[in-house]
């Protein structure tokens, strides 16, 4: 982030959207550009970027942007939405820059071949029985069919069944996935509408279905179920069950009407982000500006965040939808890893700090008990593979960077036998600031194997600990190993500057 001019803040930006200015530049009427007319906006004085299909005129935006111009400049005149991905998908841009909204790409023609169009088709069905059928057509499109598109050695498909008895719904979704497990299944059932979605590696599957309306326009009843879902996976051979305990012993005659992205198997990065609405249950102080926020999920969700990843919070504010990242973590640090972990899947906490000219944090922290806010699916790519051999971990962390850190050391002081040391150099301003700083100080009492080292910019006086920033002379004498050629694994998480220098 770049430091923004006064009166340049997200506050400012939507203030302007609502003025009634033709930001866009044409005059309230969308046009369709070619390739062509787009390279002629490049400039920072007409500067037009692609998203998605769609054109955008950011030129107004540029002093408004917290990455500053240059980033900006970077899709000018082009098809920005790789970039753009690669930065901050989980932005809502559409909200953010729909007054800025030029119109749509012209598409260029596409020739497709009938061959190409059969296996289309063919994809669009997950049956066992289309599958067979396919395999006695012409083993080449079945092959093809299965393949999605992916350069794998191995060929990957995924399909659903459903079968129902007088009072249960259960569908079986079949992935052929060794080890899979429930952070790696999510379920959603509200609003009549089932939604499942299958990670798998760097793609995810997704089965989604709603109520089914007849020629007639009758509702079919198709949601009359309670409100829990039971999720069971045989983690050896990848089969997941959702099993939906129907109201009534109605029979069924079909699961509902397949809505957008249903039985799609696609790179994880390609998916639009889901969100289901989270009640606001409690809120805690833990120092003079942050607070551990406690979320509860619906009751028809199933939902488990991975260690290392985080999610996104959705909320309207002014009339404009803000979206900003935050990495849940355990309500308390645990000081007894003997016992089995006993992991909350019915809450998200999140500790955030409070800014004061922060448009998002003062909306969240306004929120009272029973509020909502929208929580997104999981994101990251942290995997715990990554921990499960290192004999030496080493966490740097600034601020509320040391939340993504709860999850990744507590996961390693319970489960991973080779470790020899765990070591938290936590940097912040003031004493004040620490987080948790007694509950890092019992557990480094409570567990040999852990240390903690607070390192402060501003100290009072009468400090005795570290002070200073981040920096190779500092951390070199701070971070060792337990032996000459032991496994390490560095992570760092706190401000851009904080997390480049630290990995410089």
């Given at each position: 982030?770049v430091p923004?001019?006064?009166?340049?803040?997200?506050?400012?930006?939507?203030?302007?959207?609502?003025?009634?200015?033709?930001?866009?530049?044409?005059?309230?009427?969308?046009?369709?550009?070619?390739?062509?007319?787009?390279?002629?906006?490049?400039?920072?004085?007409?500067?037009?970027?692609?998203?998605?299909?769609?054109?955008?005129?950011?030129?107004?935006?540029?002093?408004?942007h917290?990455?500053?111009?240059?980033?900006?400049?970077?899709?000018?005149?082009?098809?920005?939405?790789?970039?753009?991905?690669?930065?901050?998908?989980?932005?809502?841009?559409?909200?953010?820059?729909?007054?800025?909204?030029?119109?749509?790409?012209?598409?260029?023609?596409?020739?497709?071949?009938?061959?190409?169009?059969?296996?289309?088709?063919?994809?669009?069905?997950?049956?066992r029985?289309?599958?067979?059928?396919?395999?006695?057509?012409?083993?080449?499109?079945?092959?093809?069919?299965?393949?999605?598109?992916?350069?794998?050695?191995?060929?990957?498909?995924?399909?659903?069944d459903?079968?129902?008895?007088?009072?249960?719904?259960?569908?079986?979704?079949?992935?052929?996935?060794?080890?899979?497990?429930?952070?790696?299944?999510?379920?959603?059932?509200?609003?009549?509408?089932?939604?499942?979605?299958?990670?798998?590696?760097?793609?995810?599957?997704?089965?989604?279905?709603?109520?089914?309306?007849?020629?007639?326009?009758?509702?079919?009843?198709?949601?009359?179920?309670?409100q829990?879902?039971?999720?069971?996976?045989?983690?050896?051979?990848?089969?997941?069950?959702?099993?939906?305990?129907?109201?009534?012993?109605?029979?069924?005659?079909?699961?509902?009407?397949?809505?957008?992205?249903?039985?799609?198997?696609?790179?994880r990065?390609?998916?639009?982000?889901?969100?289901?609405?989270?009640?606001?249950?409690?809120?805690?102080?833990?120092?003079?500006?942050?607070?551990?926020?406690?979320?509860?999920?619906?009751?028809?969700t199933?939902?488990?965040?991975?260690?290392?990843?985080?999610?996104?919070?959705?909320?309207?504010?002014?009339?404009?939808?803000?979206?900003?990242?935050?990495?849940?973590?355990?309500?308390?640090?645990?000081?007894?890893?003997?016992?089995?972990?006993?992991?909350?899947?019915?809450?998200?906490?999140?500790?955030?700090?409070?800014?004061?000219?922060?448009?998002?944090?003062?909306?969240?922290?306004?929120?009272?008990?029973?509020?909502?806010v929208?929580?997104?699916?999981?994101?990251?790519?942290?995997?715990?593979?990554?921990?499960?051999?290192?004999?030496?971990?080493?966490?740097?962390?600034?601020?509320?960077?040391?939340?993504?850190?709860?999850?990744?050391?507590?996961?390693?002081?319970?489960?991973v036998?080779?470790?020899?040391?765990?070591?938290?150099?936590?940097?912040?301003?003031?004493?004040?600031?620490?987080?948790?700083?007694?509950?890092l100080?019992?557990?480094?009492?409570?567990?040999?194997?852990?240390?903690?080292?607070?390192?402060?910019?501003?100290?009072?006086?009468?400090?005795?600990?570290?002070?200073?920033?981040?920096?190779?002379?500092?951390?070199?004498?701070?971070?060792?190993?337990?032996?000459?050629?032991?496994?390490?694994?560095?992570?760092?998480?706190?401000?851009?500057?904080?997390?480049?220098?630290?990995?410089?």
């Open positions: 982030q923004l001019k006064p009166g340049r803040s997200l506050m400012d930006w939507i203030r302007l959207t609502k003025s009634g200015k033709d930001l866009a530049g044409v005059k309230g009427r969308l046009v369709e550009v070619t390739e062509e007319e787009l390279a002629k906006h490049s400039s920072r004085e007409d500067c037009w970027i692609c998203i998605r299909g769609f054109v955008y005129n950011v030129t107004p935006y540029m002093e408004y917290p990455g500053g111009e240059d980033e900006l400049m970077k899709a000018a005149g082009t098809d920005g939405t790789d970039l753009f991905d690669q930065v901050h998908r989980w932005v809502n841009y559409e909200s953010m820059l729909k007054e800025c909204l030029v119109g749509r790409m012209a598409l260029k023609p596409v020739s497709v071949s009938k061959g190409e169009c059969f296996r289309i088709k063919f994809l669009m069905f997950s049956s029985v289309i599958w067979s059928l396919c395999k006695i057509l012409d083993p080449r499109i079945y092959e093809e069919s299965l393949y999605f598109g992916t350069k794998m050695k191995t060929v990957t498909y995924i399909y659903y459903w079968f129902q008895t007088d009072s249960l719904i259960t569908i079986v979704i079949y992935t052929k996935q060794k080890d899979m497990n429930a952070e790696l299944v999510i379920v959603d059932c509200e609003d009549k509408r089932l939604r499942g979605e299958i990670i798998v590696n760097d793609y995810s599957y997704v089965l989604a279905v709603g109520r089914y309306l007849t020629l007639q326009l009758k509702i079919l009843r198709f949601f009359s179920i309670s829990a879902v039971h999720i069971k996976i045989a983690e050896k051979i990848g089969k997941v069950e959702i099993n939906l305990k129907k109201k009534g012993n109605n029979h069924w005659k079909t699961l509902g009407q397949p809505l957008e992205s249903h039985n799609t198997f696609v790179k990065k390609s998916r639009d982000l889901f969100y289901r609405k989270c009640k606001l249950v409690s809120k805690t102080e833990v120092t003079h500006d942050t607070k551990l926020f406690c979320f509860k999920l619906p009751e028809s199933h939902f488990h965040i991975p260690t290392g990843q985080h999610v996104y919070l959705k909320h309207v504010i002014a009339g404009t939808e803000v979206v900003k990242p935050y990495t849940p973590l355990l309500p308390f640090l645990p000081l007894d890893f003997e016992e089995p972990s006993c992991h909350d899947s019915a809450n998200i906490y999140l500790m955030i700090k409070i800014y004061p000219s922060g448009l998002f944090t003062q909306a969240l922290d306004r929120l009272q008990i029973g509020d909502c929208s929580i997104s699916n999981p994101e990251g790519n942290f995997r715990k593979s990554q921990v499960e051999a290192v004999e030496d971990l080493v966490l740097l962390a600034a601020g509320t960077g040391f939340t993504p850190m709860v999850k990744v050391l507590s996961f390693a002081l319970a489960e036998v080779s470790l020899r040391t765990a070591k938290l150099i936590f940097f912040n301003k003031t004493e004040d600031d620490i987080l948790w700083r007694n509950q100080e019992q557990l480094a009492l409570k567990d040999e194997r852990f240390e903690v080292q607070f390192v402060l910019s501003e100290p009072a006086k009468g400090w005795v600990g570290q002070q200073g920033r981040i920096s190779s002379s500092l951390l070199s004498g701070l971070v060792k190993r337990s032996r000459k050629d032991s496994k390490v694994l560095v992570c760092i998480c706190g401000p851009t500057p904080f997390t480049e220098q630290g990995v410089q």
